[in-house]
């Protein structure tokens, strides 16, 4: 595959010699290079800011100069201050701290090489998924390591109000962007123009995460376009002859913060970010991670991506310093799908999908069979090759031995036990004497979506053959026309729990379609879709795969319809408090035992429900959803 | 004058035996010259070889040519007439064709497409009236012919065209008829060719002062109906400000205006129906222009800026201020220092210079802009002055009048150069656009880089020459020239990938902000991009006009619509 472990030779030789090596890589061939304060004040002179000052200026009572002054301090708390010496500083401790989490680190060295080529020729944009903390340096590091030139990276404000750590970040190339924006003009006009003059000037590569937000549940996380839209700006205008993207997969073993996640989405909050904080989490730092895995991927030109699609002679007429919008969401979820290409599936994000499918009670209590585990993880890693997955399954090793690994790695969720695995709760706090019922509630909840985030590591593999596998259960009908509608529409239902490009309903179709009848689950015609013999057992599979979220969306909207609107006749109510009637009402369901579901808790489901009801919006629309939601459970 | 190539028979560009360039006849300042750094940057440039020649047809196979479709009556009709008119071969080639590419790269294979049937010389006005009436009455298509120096496949004869064709050439009617004095005004027939229309004006102690590249052969009228803009605009305007009366000869009939009021307020004006018609409407046959008492005093000079950013911000500089109403400028980008030998070796001293004072400096992306002041002899040398120091606030440094005068130069021998190449493979194009100021330095690097990467992707062995220059200042934006030629050695169909990547190229420039043309015109080769250009109604307004003015297709070069 042409990867490297960069591990490997950093456990070979010096660290500070690492730390010290020469660095003189390639930079972008049109410009000279700039510092980090010309940046700054090519920025603030821009015939965009003037313009924007300007107009502030007559809207406000503020003088053109106090405008400026306060331009310039948001530019001051924004920039970065890229320096080598902090590179290197970043260099070698994180050379300490990732061979003390990671038994490996692959890198792609092909993807590596192209971007090398990649920089020379445009400016380049940095795209890695976002699942961990650990995202935020990774590339950074590999990059030094390599020789190519070290990005600046997009970080949100908080990190930069860490002691001493906000500094070294801003030296080692973070630039700071507020979580909230809103309307505030002034500053939306300094973050773009800061970005599109590093763009334009190709001062460094930039790095974004384009979900804008780490992913608490591991699956992508809809895009936050403006900063998209930012950086593709100076190629539409012409500034640039074109940019490139590089999506870049970062997968993960184990996650650092993996059990904060699941608190996170069960309504503890994050803790604030600080550098008191970080050195808490040291105790993080003395546990076994696994491997990760950089996955750099081809780079794409946005000048081939918008080649017809766009007619940049649309922007002719006004200046340019005149804001125009236009197309970046194709752009935004091309960059996913390359995304999830890239990402490696962990046999443990396998186990985690089989464990799943087995009754929380048994995992709680007795615990799966081991054998039974083992068998069903080796019948799916099959399938999952079959739909064309990358899988790090480790050659050398037996399958039996593998998968204990995965069970030792993962021993904050799982446990052995005898000849069966279940499921480890969190440690009762020894000053409590008893856990009401809701907190048990919770306690099974943590582990439980644990083991669902990692099952979402897998999920673009099977997501679009489990709908279809739900639409032929559901429908009982094999009429290829009727199982598309429905394909349709559990698609408009989801679409805001998973990212789909809008308008490809037939492709999505033909894509389960076709891998389906690849793996000989079953047999299509031009008109019918038939399952075969042999295909039950990959549908009841597949439908037990998405079902903890169809299962969700019926809890949800059967509390919507049934006691919100119809009981209480109250239509109009706050998000938290949703959030927070709708968890003690799945926490009843849950201890009536009439549901099994624990992602019905995760905030993130529910965030999306509501966000699905709002644009699908009339209650009559609501009517539809609850009827089809019936059906489904039927 | 050349059956195949640009220009005089006598003047050329070749390697003699020793292996230099030289510059033959006697006509240009550099004729007679040798130009020694030429050799070095053709193979330097496109990887081009003294061994590997493409010659060309040495003369008109008259049997290659399709026989004439002859129009009986109308040759009849035109006889009695006693207008000149020749179907010979020799006569009808040399009217089928512009000075495009493809159209010489054809001639030079020896293969002749679709050529008018028949060539008329009218000498008057009323000998046009006749022919067109004539044409109208028995169906025959009318090409009308001036200099031949369009590059827009203006004068391609429509393959499609069935009826017989006709060419015809203006070049008898080149009288001034009058000059007006008081009102520094003068009527001259259309045929007239620019050197010949400023000789003789001088002869009376005026100009017009109208004077583009091709000035040494094109007509009044061929400026008239492409919107021709000359190299001292800036002074004396480009052609819609310099005619203040046209004659045009149409199916429909002749038009003109009543008076030569300077200005009206008349509706539309329909001189600007005539002017940029590309000859789809009739034919120009007489023009009053404005003329201008010679300059007492001209003066040539020329800056070298340390790159192309600073030379453009320099240039914009200069356009706002009052100086530039008697400069011509051209402006050229980063000529490599084997092209510079062309000027003298002021090179050499000045990268030192440039060496010393700024940091970072690259002598390969040096550039130079020639000067031509004129006017009286106090104001050329204040705006001299006032040039020279803006000039400085941007880096650049005065390289002397006499570098100036070569690259006035250079611009009438550049066409020769491209025939030099195409004799050791290498093909050559330029083209034109005009731009917003803003918009100036994206447009070159954009452009540029489009035809590097199309060149690539489509298998050119060579990097190409691609480059621009900056050769017309106006309040809004500027005139920009683009140069692309490459080495066509081991390419099966060069002229397809060349029109390909020229395609490619002025999509790059419409995507920019870059016009379809700024004076060339739009012809058959630009056409496909009319409808976004003026938009659906816009070209209605066209059609329509010429519907009322030609319904029968008399005109039927089929260009602009």
């Known amino acids: 595959l042409g990867e490297l472990d960069i591990l490997e030779e950093r456990r070979q030789s010096g660290d500070l010699s690492h730390a010290l090596r020469t660095f003189s890589p390639q930079p972008y061939k049109e410009k000279p290079p700039c510092s980090a304060s010309d940046l700054s004040k090519r920025t603030l002179e821009s015939q965009y800011l003037q313009y924007v000052f300007k107009e502030i200026a007559t809207e406000s009572s503020l003088s053109m100069e106090e405008v400026k002054e306060d331009a310039r301090l948001l530019l001051e708390e924004m920039s970065q201050n890229l320096q080598l010496g902090f590179i290197r500083l970043m260099g070698y401790t994180l050379s300490k701290v990732f061979k003390r989490l990671y038994t490996n680190i692959y890198v792609n060295m092909e993807g590596l090489n192209m971007l090398q080529q990649a920089i020379q020729e445009s400016p380049v944009i940095l795209m890695p998924t976002h699942r961990s903390y650990i995202d935020f340096l990774i590339i950074s590091y590999v990059l030094f390591t390599y020789d190519i030139p070290v990005p600046v990276i997009a970080a949100g404000l908080p990190l930069a109000g860490m002691k001493l750590v906000g500094e070294i970040l801003r030296r080692s190339g973070a630039f700071f962007i507020r979580r909230s924006i809103g309307s505030d003009k002034l500053y939306w006009a300094v973050l773009s123009e800061y970005v599109k003059t590093i763009v334009r000037t190709g001062f460094a590569p930039l790095e974004f995460f384009v979900e804008g937000l780490r992913s608490r549940t591991l699956k992508s996380v809809p895009p936050k376009l403006g900063m998209m839209h930012m950086v593709l700006e100076p190629y539409f205008k012409g500034e640039v002859f074109d940019i490139t993207l590089v999506p870049i997969s970062i997968s993960y073993d184990r996650v650092l913060e993996e059990s904060l996640l699941a608190h996170e989405l069960l309504g503890i909050p994050k803790p604030k970010e600080t550098t008191k904080g970080l050195f808490k989490a040291t105790k993080v730092l003395q546990e076994d991670y696994g491997c990760m895995h950089v996955n750099f991927g081809q780079p794409l030109s946005v000048r081939e991506l918008c080649q017809g699609k766009i007619n940049r002679s649309q922007y002719n007429l006004t200046p340019r310093q005149v804001k125009t919008s236009y197309l970046k969401h194709l752009v935004t979820l091309t960059v996913f799908r390359i995304q999830e290409e890239g990402s490696y599936i962990s046999p443990w994000s396998l186990m985690a999908c089989v464990l799943l499918q087995c009754p929380t009670s048994t995992l709680t209590e007795r615990g799966m069979v081991w054998s039974e585990l083992k068998d069903r993880t080796l019948w799916l890693k099959k399938l999952a090759l079959r739909f064309g997955a990358h899988l790090r399954w480790p050659e050398q090793v037996s399958d039996q031995n593998v998968l204990l690994s995965m069970v030792a790695l993962h021993h904050s969720i799982v446990a052995h036990k005898g000849d069966r695995v279940c499921l480890v709760r969190e440690e009762v706090p020894i000053r409590k004497h008893r856990l009401s019922a809701e907190e048990e509630v919770n306690r099974t909840a943590v582990a439980m979506l644990m083991l669902a985030s990692y099952r979402n590591q897998s999920l673009h593999i099977f997501l679009r053959p489990a709908m279809l596998a739900t639409v032929i259960q559901v429908t009982k009908s094999t009429q290829r026309d009727e199982l598309f509608t429905f394909f349709c529409f559990l698609k408009e239902i989801l679409s805001n729990e998973f990212i789909f490009v809008p308008g490809k309903s037939t492709q999505d179709f033909e894509e389960a379609c076709f891998l389906m009848k690849d793996c000989g689950a079953i047999l299509f015609s031009p008109e019918e879709v038939t399952v075969t013999e042999a295909g039950q057992e990959v549908v009841s599979f597949l439908c037990a795969f998405i079902q903890p979220f169809i299962r969700s969306y019926q809890v949800m909207n059967t509390y919507v319809i049934l006691v919100c609107y119809y009981t209480t006749n109250k239509n109009n109510i706050s998000e938290k408090e949703f959030h927070l009637a709708v968890r003690s009402f799945v926490v009843k369901l849950i201890l009536s035992g009439e549901l099994q579901t624990y992602e019905a808790l995760s905030s993130d489901i529910q965030k999306n429900v509501l966000s699905a009801l709002r644009t699908l919006g009339s209650l009559l629309e609501l009517e539809k959803i609850f009827t089809h939601s019936l059906l489904l459970t039927s | ?561």
């Open chain 2, 1 to 561: 004058m050349k059956w195949n190539g640009w220009g005089y028979s006598d003047s050329r560009f070749l390697f003699n035996k020793k292996g230099q360039a030289e510059f033959t006849g006697k006509r240009y300042r550099l004729s007679g010259m040798i130009i020694p750094g030429l050799k070095d940057w053709m193979e330097g440039t496109f990887g081009a070889s003294l061994q590997h020649k493409a010659p060309a047809t040495p003369i008109l196979n008259s049997t290659a040519v399709q026989p004439a479709t002859i129009n009986e009556a109308f040759v009849e009709e035109v006889k009695a007439t006693t207008i000149p008119f020749s179907v010979e071969a020799e006569d009808r080639v040399f009217r089928a064709h512009g000075h495009c590419l493809h159209e010489i790269f054809a001639l030079r294979e020896g293969k002749i497409g679709r050529v008018p049937d028949m060539v008329v010389w009218p000498s008057c006005h009323s000998d046009v009236v006749k022919i067109v009436e004539l044409a109208s009455k028995h169906n025959v298509c009318l090409i009308p012919y001036g200099g031949g120096t369009s590059v827009s496949s203006a004068l391609e004869c429509p393959p499609e065209e069935t009826r017989s064709i006709v060419s015809l050439d203006t070049s008898q009617m080149n009288r001034i008829l009058w000059i007006d004095e008081k009102n520094l005004t003068a009527h001259v027939e259309a045929g007239i060719v620019g050197q010949d229309l400023e000789r003789l004006l001088n002869e009376s102690g005026y100009c017009t002062g109208h004077e583009p590249d091709s000035m040494e052969f094109s007509s009044l009228g061929g400026w008239v109906a492409t919107r021709a803009s000359g190299m001292k605009k800036n002074i004396y305007g480009n052609i819609e400000d310099l005619v203040v009366h046209v004659k045009m000869v149409t199916p429909r009939g002749v038009i003109e205006k009543s008076c030569q009021g300077p200005r009206m307020s008349t509706g539309p004006d329909v001189h600007h129906f005539i002017m940029g018609s590309e000859g789809t409407l009739g034919v120009v046959t007489e023009v009053t222009l404005k003329i201008r008492p010679m300059p007492e005093y001209q003066k040539y000079g020329s800056v070298v800026f340390p790159n192309f950013e600073q030379g453009v911000a320099c240039l914009r500089e200069v356009a706002k201020q009052v100086c530039a109403k008697s400069l011509s400028c051209f402006f050229w980008h980063a000529l490599k220092p084997q092209v510079s030998s062309i000027f003298t070796s002021f090179l050499d001293g000045l990268k030192k210079f440039y060496i010393t004072k700024f940091k970072g400096f690259d002598p390969n992306r040096l550039c130079v802009a020639t000067l031509l002041f004129e006017g009286d002899r106090e104001k050329v040398l204040q705006h001299e002055k006032q040039v020279y120091d803006i000039a400085a606030k941007f880096g650049g440094l005065a390289a002397g009048e006499d570098n100036g005068q070569r690259g006035y130069m250079l611009t009438f021998v550049i066409a020769y150069l491209r025939d030099l190449g195409m004799e050791y493979y290498v093909i050559g194009e330029s083209f034109e656009t005009s731009v917003p100021w803003d918009r100036v330095l994206d447009i070159c690097r954009n452009v540029k880089a489009r035809i590097i990467r199309e060149c690539k992707d489509k298998g050119v062995q060579f990097p190409p020459l691609s480059t621009c220059r900056v050769t017309q200042t106006y309040d809004a934006g500027a005139c920009v020239y683009f140069y692309f030629a490459f080495n066509y050695r081991g390419l099966s169909d060069p002229i397809h990938m060349f029109e390909q990547v020229e395609h490619a190229a002025r999509e790059e420039i419409l995507a920019n902000g870059g016009s379809l043309s700024h004076h060339h015109g739009v012809g058959k080769l630009r056409k496909e991009w009319m409808r976004e250009t003026v938009s659906d109604v816009g070209l209605g307004m066209l059609k329509s006009v010429k519907d009322y003015v030609d319904p029968n297709n008399i005109f039927g070069n089929r260009n602009l619509l």
